[in-house]
C-alpha cells in the first residue's frame, strides 16, 4: 500500500522569505515522488518529480524538493515566495510498481505581500 | 500544447439521472484515471485504464463506471446521479513509466 501525509493544512509565508510545504510518504518499495500545483478554478499541474539520482530536484517557477529516504520525505522549497506562489499544493506518491499515484490532501500557500 | 479536455467545466444533474462526464487526450498516452476532489479529502481515485478497452477500480469505484472505446477517450459514468456525488472531477492521463500527471481543467457537478 502506499499513503502521502500533508501534515499543515496552510501555509502562511512573506513575500521574499524561503517557503517549505512539507510532505512525507509511505511505500513498500522505492518511491516516485511528485509535486503538483492548483491554482483556483483549475486543474492541477505538474511542478516536479524525484525517480532517483540527486535528492534535490529541481522544477517549474522555481521550486526545489527534497528527497529524504531516511525520514520518508518529500519537501517542496523555494528560497524567495511570490505572492503568485499562493495555490493549493499537493505530493503524491508512486511505488515503482504501481500504475496509480496517491494524493496528500493538500495544503494551501499563502503569500502575502 | 499538449492537452487533456474534459467536455464540460460545470454540470447540474438531477437525482436519479445517468450523467456521462468525458475526458479526451491528444498525447497517445496509455494510462488515463478519473479522480474526484473534495475540500480537505485531496484526490480521490474513482477508476483507471492502462489500454484500450481495460479499466481498473481505484479507491472509490462505487455508484460510478467508465468506458475506454478509444485510447484518447475516457468516459465516466454516474449510473445514478446523487447528491453525494456533487464533486470536483478531474481526469488526468500520463505516458507508461516514469512520467508524472497531465490533468485536465476538471468538471464541477452539482446533483441537485
Known amino acids: 500500500a502506499q499513503s502521502v501525509a500533508q501534515p499543515e493544512d496552510q501555509v502562511n509565508v512573506a513575500e521574499g522569505n524561503p517557503l517549505t510545504v512539507k510532505c512525507t510518504y509511505s511505500?513498500?518499495?522505492?518511491?516516485?515522488l511528485f509535486w503538483y500545483v492548483q491554482y483556483p478554478n483549475r486543474g492541477l499541474q505538474f511542478l516536479l518529480k524525484?525517480?532517483?539520482?540527486?535528492?534535490l530536484v529541481k522544477g517549474s517557477y522555481g521550486f526545489e524538493a527534497e528527497f529524504n529516504k531516511s525520514q520518508t520525505s518529500f519537501h517542496l522549497k523555494k528560497p524567495s515566495a511570490l505572492v503568485s506562489d499562493s495555490a493549493l499544493y499537493f505530493c503524491?506518491?508512486?511505488?515503482?510498481?504501481?500504475?496509480?499515484?496517491?494524493f496528500g490532501d493538500g495544503t494551501t500557500l499563502t503569500v502575502k505581500p | 500544447d499538449v492537452k487533456v479536455t474534459q467536455s464540460s467545466r460545470y454540470l447540474v444533474k438531477r437525482t436519479g439521472e445517468k450523467v456521462f462526464l468525458e475526458c479526451v487526450q491528444d498525447?497517445?498516452?496509455?494510462?488515463m484515471f478519473w479522480y474526484r476532489q473534495d475540500p480537505g479529502l485531496g484526490l480521490r481515485l474513482i477508476y483507471f485504464?492502462?489500454?484500450?478497452?481495460?479499466?481498473e477500480k481505484g479507491d472509490i469505484p462505487e455508484g460510478y463506471s467508465v468506458s475506454r472505446e478509444k485510447k484518447e477517450r475516457f468516459s465516466l459514468i454516474l449510473e445514478s446521479a446523487s447528491t453525494n456525488q456533487t464533486s470536483m472531477y478531474l481526469c488526468?492521463?500520463?505516458?507508461?513509466?516514469?512520467?508524472?500527471?497531465?490533468f485536465g481543467s476538471g468538471t464541477r457537478l452539482t446533483v441537485v
Open positions: 488526468a492521463s500520463r505516458k507508461t513509466g516514469n512520467y508524472g500527471y497531465t
Open positions: 511505500v513498500s518499495g522505492n518511491p516516485y
Open positions: 524525484y525517480i532517483t539520482g540527486d535528492n
Open positions: 503524491a506518491v508512486r511505488d515503482m510498481g504501481a500504475g496509480k499515484s496517491t
Open positions: 498525447m497517445d498516452h496509455e494510462n
Open positions: 485504464s492502462y489500454d484500450v478497452k481495460m479499466k
